[in-house]
Structures are given as structure tokens and as C-alpha cells.
């Protein structure tokens, strides 16, 4: 079992800056490939960035350049550094963790944190 808590969400200027963090407790963190999702009203919830166990990163084509993923395994944390904040970006910012990328890739995985909310006035 894994427990994921989320923080670092706010309101926010557009062009502003947020990093979100997600502690994870009750396994071994490094063993997990870990996930930010998000989630506007209305709308479908949207993988955004990956990282693996290893430290590769990919990011959904909206956010590069501007998102970047990073764990930090001795403190069982994964952060979003979010820069050049865009009114669209608004959104519940959920991460979430799976032995199997493949699972995160897909929307299923294993974990979820409980979201933070991320709101960017324009």
C-alpha cells in the first residue's frame, strides 16, 4: 500500500510560478513509477507529466518546457514545478504511483494522491 499526499497548490497569478509536492508513505518509494495528472471542470483527467524509478521524464506536449517532474527518493517525494502559469492550467493536480509505467500511462494506476487545486487568474 502506498499513501500519497499532495501540496503546493494555490491561486496564482497567470505567468507565476507553483511547485507541487507529493509525499508518499507506506511502501518503497523507489520502486514506484510515479505520475502528475490533472482534472479542469468539465474535462476528462489529463496525464501531464511521468518519471520512472530510473528519473526519465516525459510530459504531455501542452506543458513542456514549462512543467518539470523530479523525486527526490530519500525524501519519498515527487514535485511539479510548474513556471509560466496559464489561466488554462487551472485544474485539481492529482499524482499517482504504479510499479508499471504502463499502468500510469493507461489512467489505472495503482495510487492516488487526494488532488490539490491549482487556480491561475488570468
Known amino acids: 500500500q502506498v499513501q500519497l499526499v499532495e501540496s503546493g497548490g494555490g491561486l496564482v497569478q497567470a505567468g507565476g510560478s507553483l511547485r507541487l509536492s507529493c509525499a508518499a508513505s507506506?511502501?518503497?518509494?523507489?520502486?514506484?513509477?510515479m505520475g502528475w495528472y490533472r482534472q479542469a471542470p468539465g474535462k476528462q483527467r489529463e496525464l501531464v507529466a511521468t518519471?520512472?524509478?530510473?528519473?526519465?521524464?516525459n510530459y504531455v506536449d501542452s506543458v513542456k518546457g514549462r512543467f518539470t517532474i523530479s523525486r527526490d527518493n530519500a525524501k519519498n517525494t515527487v514535485y511539479l514545478q510548474i513556471n509560466s502559469l496559464k489561466p488554462e492550467d487551472t485544474a485539481v493536480y492529482y499524482c499517482a504511483a504504479d510499479r508499471l509505467m504502463a499502468a500510469v500511462f493507461r489512467r489505472t494506476p495503482a495510487y492516488w494522491g487526494q488532488g490539490t487545486q491549482v487556480t491561475v487568474s488570468s
Open positions: 507506506g511502501s518503497i518509494f523507489s520502486f514506484y513509477d
Open positions: 518519471i520512472t524509478v530510473g528519473g526519465s521524464t
